[in-house]
């Protein structure tokens, strides 16, 4: 039976702002039933006492993690070659086997379906372990359980769904399919279709850059239900098993990193998927990918903070071994302030993600925000860490591990550690999505009582109501930002040494409130364009939010009851507990994490985002391509974007299974 598809407009489906932006805002959660320490973060209310103090695994969820985590730790170490699956560009099979048959595929599945239930917590460290052994390794399994079947499943689908599904991704491996080779985060765009015929859907489209598609078994699509009698119609998500016919894996993707990663392109030409298999509600399928991500980044930071502690080894071992000038060059000023920063940024990531871990465990706090925060910040600093490990290791440090230890050196993987990591600041939504998605969040409660004021289709009348309820919200919430604890000597006393930054937290956060506040009053509707000024109020926060973190952690992890750390490989932890040496190491971190707040404010309103604009669009123009004179190009001729028209496929399947 033939099946009839949506009309496109344009090439690639043209679809303005507008549409676009009713399209993602549809999608976003706009309810808070749950406190939330980032969302009081921006409104200048410094809510210490939802993190504070800092929140412990119970004594079964601590048990089920250690145990398994030694369990990892052992085989990561004894049966994984990293420098393998470097050199192959493939996680060999007998390690994906032997990582379902330890459980790793199943770590968030719960007990009844075959999986191991861990906590985000130790899920978290998990996929530290495993990202510091390979990061592609870790890739593959947060793929398959952050964004993949098993959590859309776990939180949306039907006691029927989870029955039939979750016991085969406990030793099954899955994906998630929404991009597209002209659609990332504008899905508005989505051109994959699912169209109704009888009890089934019949799914036509292309989808680009699918993580774990050449190995997977089950994944997740997302694709557009065309509105029609009894279908209200929508993007909606479905899972497909890999094994119904037309469907082809018509390229496994190499990238500067990550080079054992499985990832795809995959075309879809009338596959035939039951109705049973729709999650959720037709046109709800954004809303289900923006929930699954919500908690679902948290697996970036925890492989950013294995990089990060790596590095901070890498750089303590090399720095005293290496001598310039008569001394190790740890001891040098320059190599000193990089050695510093590597190792205070390590706390803060781990610190971050644990914190951000535990209190997506308790349930008691909308961690939206602090999820989306962790990821972004922690993407941008554990680049900057390894690029300053390499900077510390000179030309060893751009050299190859295997060249190293072919010319009789410890092969360290420094350079590969950039490449790998490079990734997490485009993975999941790229640093400037990120910057977006958060500062929509964070200037909520500006728009919600601005409404019809910033509305240009709105009337005379609409506007001026609109105008009298946000004088009311104003007029109660301006005098709460001009003083708080911060401005008092002996606030945050139990802290000792790290008192003063939290003061300087609480402090900075009324300030950001009140930027946000001038910002909406003076570009009111236009605020959403700024995206330099959006940017930094972002980063201003992720900065607050880490400094706040670390306080808690180095807090607890100096406290009577000991560290919160687990104990490591080879149950090291005892030995190696932080103590006092937490408080150090936070005072160091928030010192850092100070000169950046105060630049970042600084640059709100002293910068050069207007003439910036105005040059690119003279750039686009072709005013300056005189510059570009002198140079040959070296790319291999190809449209920028491939053509992903629906249809068959003409190429040769590359999908494979691991038995």
């Known amino acids: 039976m033939s099946q009839t598809r ?15 932006r009713k399209v993602a805002e549809e999608a976003r959660e706009t309810e808070w039933r749950l406190p939330s320490f980032g969302k009081q973060l921006f409104l200048g209310d410094f809510r210490l006492d939802l993190i504070h103090p800092h929140p412990r695994p119970d004594g079964e969820a601590r048990g089920k993690g250690e145990e398994f985590l030694a369990r990892l730790t052992e085989f990561c170490a004894t049966k994984i070659d990293p420098a393998v699956i470097e050199r192959e560009s493939r996680i060999p099979d007998d390690v994906l086997r032997g990582l379902r048959d ?26 530290m372990v495993a990202g510091s052994v390979s990061p592609a390794l870790a890739a593959l399994l947060s793929a398959h359980q952050s964004i993949g079947v098993p959590q859309p499943v776990k939180m949306f689908g039907t006691p029927e769904q989870q029955d039939e599904w979750l016991p085969r991704c406990a030793r099954e491996i899955s994906a998630f399919l929404l991009t597209e080779p002209d659609v990332g985060s504008d899905p508005a765009r989505l051109r994959a279709t699912a169209v109704p015929d009888g009890d089934d859907y019949v799914l036509n489209g292309v989808k680009l850059w699918t993580t774990n598609g050449v190995v997977a078994d089950l994944v997740v699509v997302m694709a557009r239900v065309p509105k029609q009698d009894g279908h209200r119609g929508g993007i909606s998500a479905f899972v497909v098993d890999m094994s119904t016919p037309g469907i082809t894996v018509e390229n496994r993707n190499a990238f500067m990193g990550l080079r054992g990663i499985e990832n795809g392109v995959t075309r879809f030409h009338d596959v035939r998927v039951p109705k049973a298999n729709l999650i959720g509600k037709e046109g709800a399928g954004l809303k289900v990918a923006l929930t699954t991500l919500n908690t ?65 465990d308790d349930e008691r706090n909308d961690i939206r925000i602090e999820a989306a925060l962790a990821k972004l910040w922690s993407s941008e600093m554990a680049c900057r860490a390894a690029d ?40 999941e939504g790229s640093t400037e999505i990120m910057h977006l998605l958060i500062a929509r969040e964070a200037v909520d409660a500006h728009l919600s009582v601005a409404g019809d004021i ?154 050069t985002d207007a003439m910036d604009v105005k040059l690119a669009r003279a750039v686009l123009n072709g005013d300056f391509a005189w510059v570009e004179e002198g140079v040959l190009d070296p790319s291999i001729p190809g449209p920028w974007i491939a053509p992903s028209e629906p249809g068959a496929s003409e190429k040769e399947d590359v999908h494979r299974t691991i038995g």
């Open 296 to 360: 679902g980044r948290l697996s970036l930071p925890a492989i950013c903070a294995a990089g990060g502690k790596w590095a901070a080894k890498i750089a303590r071992e090399w720095s005293k071994e290496r001598v310039q000038w008569g001394r190790p060059v740890g001891e040098h000023e320059a190599v000193s302030r990089k050695i510093a920063f590597i190792a205070a940024t390590a706390y803060a990531m781990e610190a971050m993600l644990d914190l951000s871990g535990q209190l997506a």
């Open 6 to 20: 949506p009309a496109q407009t344009g090439r690639q489906g043209h679809v303005d702002e507008r549409t676009a």
């Open 454 to 607: 910033i509305d240009p289709d709105a009337s005379a009348g609409a506007k001026a109501r609109a105008a009298a309820k946000a004088g009311g919200f104003y007029a109660r919430w301006l005098p709460t930002l001009v003083t708080g604890a911060g401005q008092r000597p002996k606030s945050y006393a139990e802290f000792g040494a790290l008192a003063r930054h939290l003061r300087f937290v609480e402090r900075s956060s009324r300030k950001l409130a009140r930027s946000i506040f001038y910002a909406s009053g003076r570009w009111q509707g236009g605020l959403e364009r700024k995206q330099g000024f959006l940017g930094r109020m972002v980063d201003i926060g992720a900065e607050l939010f880490a400094m706040s973190a670390v306080c808690v952690r180095a807090h607890a992890d100096s406290s009577a009851d000991g560290p919160l750390a687990s104990a490591g490989p080879g149950g090291e932890g005892a030995a190696t507990a932080p103590g006092k040496s937490a408080v150090l190491l936070a005072d160091a971190f928030c010192r850092q994490a100070r000169v950046r707040v105060e630049e970042l404010f600084d640059g709100l309103w002293r910068n």
């Open 388 to 427: 300053e490990l390499i900077q510390l290791r000179g030309g060893r440090g751009y050299e190859t591990a295997e060249s190293l230890a072919a010319r009789g050196e410890r092969g360290v993987p420094a350079e590969q550690l950039f490449r790998d990591l490079r990734i997490n600041r485009i993975f």
């Open 102 to 127: 330890i459980g790793a595929l199943g770590m968030k599945i719960p007990e009844k379906y075959g999986g191991l239930g861990l906590s985000q917590l130790y899920y978290g460290r998990a996929l």
